[in-house]
């Protein structure tokens, strides 16, 4: 579905991202951590198209569309539209796009606030409007840049479940930027663990855990705990080696 | 290099089309002189003594009205503004006053003071005043409360409060006031001396005019314009420097 | 402490009024004639003698010159603030033409297109465009770029983002509302056959004293009426900005 083929990013004389090929199949919910500062942010705005490759490229099967989902969600709504003209911004040229807003803010649990604005909204229901904005757009790739880091843990753990209901609901596929490893491993079926800058892929794990996932249960897993224990390793052994 | 390329090249660009589109006729020659001309006319100027005196008479009726509206303002402003309850009170009075155009006056000025330089000074003190009295005002009120707190918890009298955070809070806000008041007492300033006749360079723009020299009416106006932009200039700097601390100067390293 | 400041708010303001009124009620200056004869003046010769004659005029001037910057203002901004290069190259003529003081303008203006009604538009439009195609250039600039990346990345064009530039024009729209108010005075005491600033000067010369002082206090409710009916619109328009901002 989505192959990254040995990108690299420089800006001037820094190098930020070395060599990162990873491929992504369909329906797959990818996840990308590493330590802080290791370029997660560039990699996926360059998947996006927001910045060119130094070298590489970014392959994605024909006539597939995608989406991205910024973590800084009160600055990417529009603060003049109202929840339902934002949803709709993507499709405002197609004919069936008022079914399509008020099926994605559905998704996302906010038929409520459809004539609301951003403002009147919390951080966590801004961020879902964010979500039905991407879905509406009806992407087969979803692109989510450290999209919870800004809410507050309860919130978090809300739209963890959200963002796993959509895939179901959607058949998307997912390709998630966090630095928070827990939920990485909760809600990836497999993890891309970069090096720090100027990156590279450390390694790509599997995530073998049943699914449904549950915030309770599946954290209870003996699974869970060494995967998440392996993951952090990792990082923490890459950080050491750069200090080193 | 590539900073000084375009504006250089789009001035040039400027004159060059003024030169051209005076030299086919499609501006009168009558109401727009060649561009080479102007430019001549302008450097005759330069050796002019008249012309100096006239620059004169402008620069020292921009200067008295803008020191005189200074002195009155900036300390006004501050007792005002860092007592709330004065604030207050004064605030819907400064609202209503401040949008009164201060060219209303200009009548007024010649009633009271006559033709000379003194109403011109009027003029001009009285429209600076208010740029300068406002900024001032806010500038004391507008104090981050979080920073005056923590100086009263430190033991900070109130005249200790005012010299050490209100006023250093206020410094930026006043420079912005002077950069306007300075651009504000020069319009007025040359508006007494075209509609009054006050001796400057508003006066001589005027006088060119009504004798038909065309060349020196816009050689005058563009003078008029570079030291407008020279002062803005000035202002603007000293601003810079003032404020370069301040959290809406910062740019975020990226 | 706090149930006392509003009530000052008004006391102050009447009482400077009141002081007014009682020191030149007894007034014999020439220059100063009691409030009250600059009241009836006032009532005699605005509501509604000369609305027709001067202060339709006046109003009319002032809105096609402030209309005509503000459309010029926002056109020529938006692109100068989308390409950084085409803004380096205007700023200095930009900044050599906002400093020309206004005044200076007028024989200009007079020389090239007569002393008529389009010389008073022209002029009033003239001034009036610097602060608002500043602020233009100024708001453009500052759009989020988060904004901007969200339409990149939905295929929106840019200019679906251009709201958001729109609390800085409207900052710019309100200062060069009062130099339209400046400028209408100041053209119509040079070179005017009727209006409100020629009603003022006129009366200057002809030594009619209260109709002098009536005429600028008329002024200076203008100034305040359009103030504030400037503070309605923009609160209509901008009620999405104060609310994120709240």
């Not at chain 1, 757009?137 to 209901?165: G, H, K, N």
Request: charged share 20%; aromatic share 8%.
């Amino acid at each position: 579905m989505l192959e990254i083929r040995h990108l690299s990013k420089s800006y001037g004389d820094t190098q930020a991202i070395a060599d990162v090929d990873f491929a992504v199949e369909e329906r797959e919910f990818v996840s990308v951590v590493g330590p802080s500062g290791c370029g997660k942010t560039t990699l996926l705005k360059c998947i996006a198209g927001l910045l060119a490759p130094t070298s590489g490229e970014v392959v994605l099967q024909e006539n597939r569309v995608m989406a991205l989902v910024f973590q800084e969600y009160s600055r990417s709504l529009m603060p003049w539209l109202s929840v339902r003209r934002n949803v709709a911004l993507p499709i405002r040229k197609r004919p069936d796009r008022a079914r399509l807003v008020e099926e994605a803010v559905e998704a996302v649990g906010l038929t409520d606030a459809l004539d609301r604005y951003p403002w009147q909204l919390s951080g966590g229901m801004q961020q879902r409007v964010a979500i039905a904005r991407a879905l509406a757009y009806q992407p087969q790739v979803l692109l989510m840049d450290e999209p919870f880091a800004s809410v507050d843990a309860q919130t978090r753990a809300d739209l963890e479940d959200l963002i796993l209901e959509v895939r179901e609901r959607y058949d998307v596929t997912i390709v998630f930027v966090t630095h928070d490893i827990d939920e990485s491993v909760y809600l990836s079926d497999r993890i891309v663990v970069l090096a720090p800058s100027p990156t590279t892929v450390k390694e790509i794990l599997e995530v073998d855990l049943p699914r449904p996932r549950d915030q309770v249960e599946t954290k209870e897993l003996p699974e869970f705990a060494r995967l998440r224990a392996h993951v952090y390793r990792l990082i923490k052994r890459e950080e050491a080696e750069v200090t080193r | 290099m590539k900073t000084w390329a375009p504006p250089t090249v789009a001035v040039l660009c400027v004159l060059a089309l003024w030169e051209l589109v005076v030299g086919i006729g499609l501006l009168n020659e009558d109401h727009v002189p060649p561009m080479t001309d102007t430019v001549a006319e302008l450097a005759n100027l330069l050796g002019d003594p008249d012309f100096w005196a006239a620059v004169g008479n402008t620069m020292q009726g921009w200067a008295l009205g803008l020191g005189i509206a200074a002195v009155l303002a900036i300390p006004l402003g501050i007792v005002i503004g860092s007592s709330a309850t004065a604030y207050r009170s004064v605030r819907f009075v400064v609202e209503f006053l401040r949008p009164i155009p201060s060219v209303a006056l200009v009548p007024l000025a010649v009633l009271i003071y006559g033709v000379g330089l003194e109403s011109k000074v009027f003029l001009a003190a009285f429209a600076s005043f208010w740029p300068l009295f406002v900024q001032s005002l806010y500038g004391v009120h507008d104090v981050d409360p979080v920073a005056t707190d923590t100086a009263r918890s430190f033991g900070l009298g109130r005249l200790e409060r005012l010299w050490r955070i209100k006023l250093p809070s206020a410094v930026p806000y006043i420079a912005t006031g002077l950069r306007i008041s300075s651009a504000v007492a020069l319009i007025l300033a040359v508006t007494a001396e075209l509609v009054i006749g006050s001796a400057g360079l508003g006066r001589s723009i005027n006088v060119a005019r009504q004798s038909g020299a065309i060349e020196l009416m816009y050689a005058l106006i563009i003078t008029t314009g570079l030291i407008g932009y020279l002062l803005n200039t000035l202002t603007s700097q000293a601003e810079r420097r003032v404020l370069h601390w301040h959290p809406s100067q910062r740019q975020v390293a990226a | 402490m706090r149930r006392v400041a509003p009530v000052l708010e008004v006391l102050v303001p009447l009482a400077l009024l009141g002081v007014w009124a009682l020191w030149s009620a007894n007034s014999d200056t020439f220059y100063y004639p009691p409030l009250t004869d600059i009241l009836s003046t006032f009532n005699e010769t605005w509501v509604f003698e000369r609305v027709g004659s001067d202060v339709v005029p006046s109003l009319l001037r002032l809105t096609a010159g402030y209309l005509l910057a503000v459309a010029i203002a926002v056109l020529v901004g938006i692109p100068l603030g989308l390409n950084a290069t085409a803004r380096r190259a205007a700023a200095p003529i930009v900044e050599f033409l906002r400093a020309i003081p206004p005044p200076a303008l007028l024989p200009l203006a007079i020389v090239v297109v007569g002393v008529g009604n389009s010389m008073k538009v022209l002029i009033i439009a003239f001034v009036c465009l610097w602060p608002v195609l500043l602020n233009t250039i100024d708001g453009i600039r500052g759009i989020d770029p988060t904004l901007n990346d969200t339409a990149r990345v939905y295929g929106v064009s840019r200019f679906a983002t251009l709201p958001a530039a729109a609390p800085q024009i409207f900052a710019g729209m309100r200062t060069s509302l009062s130099l339209a108010v400046i400028m209408m005075v100041i053209s119509e005491m040079v070179a005017s056959t009727n209006g409100i600033g020629f009603f003022v000067l006129q009366s200057q010369r002809s030594f009619a004293i209260p109709e002098m002082w009536s005429g600028i206090l008329l002024l200076g409710i203008l100034g305040y009426a359009l103030n504030l009916l400037f503070t309605v619109v923009e609160r209509r328009v901008l009620a999405w900005h104060r609310g994120a901002h709240a």
